[in-house]
């Protein structure tokens, strides 16, 4: 089997994708003869041609629109957001248009576009490139929101989201890109040629939204993270000894309830752990849900470890990038509860 870093892997879902339906179109800013910022669509212009692979004008809000037209003629777009952080101009498109299509004509028209979207710090990226905006995205009915955080569910997840009827939001942390980052910056990171997850299929795979996968067993605590912190998470597990299951959500809109139910009830404690700001980031919709469902079973507060209310800040990526110390710190507050 191919090892692919998380790049190769999307991209390989959208090739794959492309020679299987030509109603597939994938466009952007820089996306079509430079390849993307990221080197994500590398290749893809050259091998289908201009109509099927092309540059956007630096216009957010019109590669929606344009994405959202083509969608309702039969067409499906895989649109990318160059930054997450670009997205807002599209925000009215993605939230009012996108998403309310099926609901507004009864059916009549579906709307299945994907926005790609790279996301997440640990780059130096500072405020306008850093930033984790899913909550945004998963308070909105009619879309679903994806964040894989490893090359074969990248690929896996993406070719489910080009397929699917209607609109996906699929972010994917740029910090991952080239390998499963567990939050020490002052360490080399390993590569995804020397991870188990960085085998990838060539051909066609899907893995259906709405299904997390439990990336380490355990029975003291519950780590619920994703993206990027599923690897921080898994490192400080490792370094603080603490017994902890960690579920990987992988898909946030629809949300695998049922994992995250079933484990907690298990161990009796849970830890959340996400990039985005504390206020109202998704950590609070998954702990309230904990507490809703699992209430008579837990032993101790949930707790949250999250960025900072703040913008992003560039001087102080490492304070606010939550690590495996942080992390770890909220395991042993548990433990201790």
């Known amino acids: 089997m191919a090892r692919m870093t998380m790049i190769e892997a999307v991209r390989s879902a959208m090739d794959v994708s492309m020679g299987r339906d030509d109603n597939v179109v994938v466009f952007g800013e820089d996306v079509g003869y430079f390849g993307g910022v990221f080197r994500a669509t590398q290749g893809l212009q050259a091998k289908y041609g201009k109509t099927r692979c092309f540059d956007a004008p630096i216009n957010e809000s019109g590669i929606l629109g344009t994405a959202i037209g083509m969608a309702a003629y039969g067409l499906k777009p895989c649109v990318e957001i160059q930054f ?33 979207m790279p996301t997440g710090g640990g780059i130096f990226g500072g405020q306008t490139h850093s930033q984790s905006p899913e909550a945004l995205f998963t308070h909105v009915c009619g879309l679903k929101v994806i964040v894989p955080s490893n090359p074969y569910d990248a690929k896996g997840l993406l070719i489910a989201a080009i397929e699917d009827p ?40 899907t893995i259906p939204s709405g299904k997390a996968e439990i990336r380490r067993l355990g029975s003291a605590v519950t780590v619920v993270a994703y993206g990027t912190m599923v690897h921080v998470a898994l490192a400080a597990v490792e370094e603080t000894g603490i017994d902890a299951e960690v579920i990987d959500l992988r898909s946030l809109l629809p949300l695998d309830l049922d994992t995250i139910v079933q484990s907690v009830k298990k161990t009796g404690r849970c830890v959340v752990v996400h990039e985005a700001t504390l206020t109202s980031g998704f950590g609070a919709e998954v702990a309230s849900l904990v507490q809703e469902h699992c209430f008579y079973s837990l032993e101790a507060p949930i707790v949250r470890v999250t960025g900072w209310d703040t913008p992003y800040p560039h001087a102080q990526e490492w304070d606010y990038f939550p690590g495996p110390a942080r992390v770890g710190r909220a395991l042993k507050e548990v433990m201790e509860g």
């Not at 499963?180 to 795979?205: A, C, I, Q, T």
């Open 84 to 116: 997450a952080d670009y997205m807002y101009p599209a925000y009215d498109q993605i939230t009012q248009e996108a998403a309310r299509i099926r609901y507004r004509s009864n059916g009549d028209f579906t709307c299945p576009i994907v926005v790609r």
């Open 166 to 205: 209607d609109p996906v939001m699929f972010l994917e942390p740029k910090r991952l890109y080239n390998g499963p980052f567990d939050g020490h910056h002052e360490r080399p990171v390993m590569p995804w040629s020397k991870h188990d997850l960085g085998e990838v299929p060539e051909g066609h795979y």
